[in-house]
């Protein structure tokens, strides 16, 4: 026990905390009532960001090791998890602001100019943490993401821009992964042959389908034509090359392929845990997302297709980001290249063991 008894309000520094509001409209001689509501929210958005840097610098702590012990997987799915628990309460907060109306915004609005979101540098090293790269953002103004900073802040991102990210180090876990070739078993030449299977199958339904005209089956087997492309790149690096060329990929090759093997075999003991990081990976991205376009709508509603407070083309600008802005995509296109389970190849038997628990009470 200390010998000065803890005393809660100073514990949670709570007389800088709760005196931390300062209405701008305040110091001009004239409170503006939902000023203070303003402040507050976005105050609070400030510090679960820093909770959420907090979380992710412990992610990337422990992915950056040379290998991941099984035992720090558990921590980093609950880390992550609590991520999105949190970006649950960002969202909810949207819903707290829009109590104020655009005329009460209307206000106090003027005196919050040059100041703006885009001045978020926690926000911006969240970003940057995660693994959003410089080429999906959008230039501000016609001017780079750090134009609005400071010189403290502007360093700080610039820095976690060139520091390890959490979309790469699980890239580079990705690659690791084993079982994708173990032996006499060669994973992708099976899959490949399924894949075959599956979409010769349905080709053949198309062709024997009484109730279509010769039009539209020519028009559905041009279907399965772009379809079997696509699943093509997969099993061929050079095709899978020209995806990443082209935008539609980003993982390399061999992580795309471990992600979708963890994803088809998900049931399997050692992949339960793996499949859950991937799950709440792109949990954290359609968040952030959703969270994005709940700002852009509210944005809208607030000011309409006024410019923002710090210059941007307001709500369009944030549509536009929101749909640039993801991190995490190669894992929403592991779908497309799914097949059923009846159709998955079976695995050995002694890789099937090899991914077993090995206490069974």
Same mark, same amino acid.
């Given at each position: 026990?200390? #010998?000065?008894?803890?005393?809660? +309000? ?17 110091? %001009? ?31 990337? #702590?422990?992915?950056?090791? #040379? ?14 998890? $609590? ?18 109306? +655009? =005329? ?24 940057? *943490? ?6 999906? $953002?959008? *230039? ?7 134009? $609005? ?16 990210? =959490?979309?790469?180090? =699980?890239?580079?876990?990705?690659? %690791? ?20 299977? %599956? ?14 005209? !010769?039009?539209? *089956? #020519? ?18 690096? !050079? *095709? ?11 993982? @390399? ?31 954290? !991205? ?13 944005? =809208? ?10 210059? @941007? ?16 995509? !190669?894992?929403? @296109? ?5 097949? +059923?389970?009846?159709? $998955?190849?079976?695995?050995? +038997? ?7 628990? %090995?206490?069974?009470?």
């Amino acid at each position: 026990m200390n #010998e000065d008894p803890l005393y809660y +309000p100073a514990y949670l520094h709570l007389d800088e905390l709760l005196g931390a509001q300062g209405l701008e409209s305040a110091k %001009r001689g004239a409170p503006v009532h939902d000023e203070m509501l303003f402040i507050i929210v976005h105050q609070a958005y400030e510090l679960w960001f820093k909770q959420i840097i907090w979380e992710i610098d412990s992610i990337i #702590e422990l992915f950056s090791q #040379e290998r991941v012990p099984e035992q720090d997987m558990g921590t980093a799915v609950a880390r992550l998890r $609590r991520i999105n628990e949190i970006q649950d309460l960002l969202i909810a907060q949207v819903g707290v602001l829009e109590t104020m109306t +655009p =005329l009460d915004f209307l206000d106090f609005r003027d005196y919050l100019f040059p100041a703006s979101g885009f001045q978020s540098a926690q926000f911006r090293l969240v970003e940057n *943490k995660l693994g959003l790269r410089e080429r999906d $953002r959008l *230039k501000l103004a016609g001017a780079d993401y750090t134009a $609005r900073f400071d010189t403290e802040d502007r360093e700080a991102v610039l820095e976690s821009s060139s520091q390890p990210s =959490l979309f790469g180090l =699980l890239e580079r876990w990705l690659e %690791r992964t084993p079982f994708l070739d173990q032996g006499g078993f060669d994973f992708w030449e099976a899959y490949q042959k399924a894949v075959h299977t %599956r979409i010769q199958d349905d080709r053949n339904v198309v062709e024997q389908n009484p109730n279509l005209t !010769d039009d539209e *089956k #020519e028009s559905q087997l041009k279907d399965f034509q772009l379809v079997l492309k696509q699943y093509e790149a997969i099993f061929d690096p !050079d *095709k899978y090359v020209l995806e990443q060329s082209a935008g539609r990929l980003r993982l @390399s090759h061999r992580a795309f392929q471990a992600a979708l093997f963890i994803t088809l075999y998900r049931d399997q003991p050692a992949l339960q845990e793996p499949f859950r990081l991937l799950e709440l990976l792109m949990d954290i !991205d359609e968040s952030f997302t959703a969270w994005r376009y709940r700002h852009a709508q509210m944005a =809208l509603r607030m000011i309409g297709r006024r410019i923002g407070t710090g210059g @941007s083309a307001g709500a369009k600008y944030l549509e536009k980001s929101a749909e640039r802005s993801r991190v995490f995509s !190669d894992l929403f @296109s592991l779908s497309t290249f799914l097949v +059923p389970r009846a159709d $998955r190849p079976e695995l050995p +038997p002694e890789i099937v063991e090899s991914m077993r628990f %090995r206490y069974e009470g």
